[in-house]
């Protein structure tokens, strides 16, 4: 686990080597549903529904495997762990209302004319995921820095008091 990354780690002897590590990753898809027209040399398009999926689509929690399953270590660990879990998972919920209007905002009626169908069929999903992509970005930055507040406030004292064997 040592090549994995240091977050959380406990001092074992000389330096720190990692016991427990949460590995996450958000997942943002943004689809929607265009009517679109052909007039002459252009397309009309407008937008129909819009469809934001805002999704953890990497969640892997690990623990050392020097300390067996049931042990007070293991469980010390997996609480730590469980915490970032839910950090993880609050992000995107932090911003969902803030989502939520952005998207009522770009939903009220207008027209685009465009060049090309494709064109008329991706420029909304393209235009919200760009004019989302601040909040989106927001949530990693929250997550990460409460991530890193939790490590802090959960030091290597605190969890090393709570069981007999490092």
């Not at 990497?58 to 997996?78: F, H, K, N, W």
């Not at 939520?100 to 090309?116: H, I, N, S, W, Y």
Request: with cysteine; proline share 3%; hydrophobic share 40%.
């Amino acid at each position: 686990m040592t090549k994995l990354g240091v977050e959380g780690s406990v001092q074992v002897g000389k330096g720190h080597a990692p016991v427990g590590l949460t590995i996450a990753g958000y997942d943002f898809t943004v689809t929607t549903q265009t009517d679109t027209m052909h007039s002459g040399d252009v397309f009309c398009a407008s937008l129909r529904s819009v469809v934001i999926n805002l999704g953890i689509k990497v969640l892997t929690v690990m623990v050392d495997q020097r300390y067996p399953a049931g042990s007070c270590e293991q469980e010390v660990i997996l609480e730590h762990e469980h915490k970032h879990v839910a950090i993880t998972r609050e992000a995107p919920r932090y911003y969902a209302r803030d989502i939520g209007a952005k998207v009522e905002a770009m939903m009220r009626p207008r027209v685009l004319q465009l060049t090309t169908l494709e064109e008329a069929r991706t420029v909304y999903a393209n235009t919200i995921k760009a004019e989302l992509q601040p909040l989106f970005q927001a949530i990693r930055e929250r997550a990460a820095k409460r991530n890193a507040q939790l490590d802090e406030q959960e030091g290597d004292a605190t969890k090393l008091h709570r069981c007999e064997h490092w």
